[in-house]
């Protein structure tokens, strides 16, 4: 069972017609290809510039309170805000607490728990004089002016100085922006 083995035959080589060479066209590096980035939605300005703002930094009142301050008073119209706090300063209304109302009594009237934070709304109503007086300076008309904003938040605490037993500040930081009523 052996293979005869077959001299190799030579291969013929076909012959080629030569071509001119062409020159060698150098590609250009690729770009990276650019990703569309989303659009990013622009910021929301208000370009008619119908408001104003006031800011109290550090003011020494409870934030619990201003909170509920700031929640009773927040979307209202500035004058209707101003006489609401007056009326609560002179113990004819009582201050809606629905928040921070743990072991509070009950008051008269449509609410259930509330009181008379005198000391707090005190600070509101310089900070609502103060936005007012902002919008006044700015061309505002002033008995067309609602609270858009109003946020309370915590200011830095420190520590009372010179106690034994020692105990921390109430710090808030106030913000307000009135905005002009728009008329239809």
């Known amino acids: 069972m052996t293979e005869e083995k077959k001299p190799k035959e030579p291969v013929k080589k076909e012959e080629k ?3 001119p060479k062409e020159p060698v066209k150098k590609e250009k590096p690729k770009e990276p290809v650019k990703q569309e980035k989303p659009k990013e939605e622009p910021k929301l300005v208000d370009k008619s510039e119908h408001f104003a703002i006031a800011r109290s930094l550090s003011l020494p009142i409870s934030t619990k309170q201003a909170v509920e301050i700031s ?3 927040r979307k209202k119209e500035l004058q ?3 006489k609401l706090l007056q009326e609560v300063l002179d113990k004819k ?3 809606p607490f629905k928040r921070y109302n743990r ?7 449509k609410i259930a728990s ?3 934070p005198e000391k707090a709304i005190s600070y509101f109503i310089k900070i609502l004089r103060t936005a007012e007086a902002n919008a006044e300076d700015k ?3 002033i008995n067309n002016l609602i609270i858009t904003e109003l946020k309370a938040d915590k200011g830095p605490q420190q520590w009372h100085y010179g106690r034994l037993r020692r105990r921390k500040m109430k710090n808030t930081h106030l913000y307000v922006k ?5 008329n239809d």
């Open 103 to 109: 072991d509070m009594g009950h008051k008269p009237g």
């Open 93 to 95: 209304k009582a201050l």
């Open 178 to 182: 009135v905005m002009e009523k728009e």
């Open 71 to 73: 929640n009773f008073i």
């Open 114 to 116: 509330g009181r008379y």
């Open 17 to 19: 017609a030569v071509k």
């Open 139 to 141: 061309g505002l008309d």
């Open 80 to 82: 209707i805000a101003r």
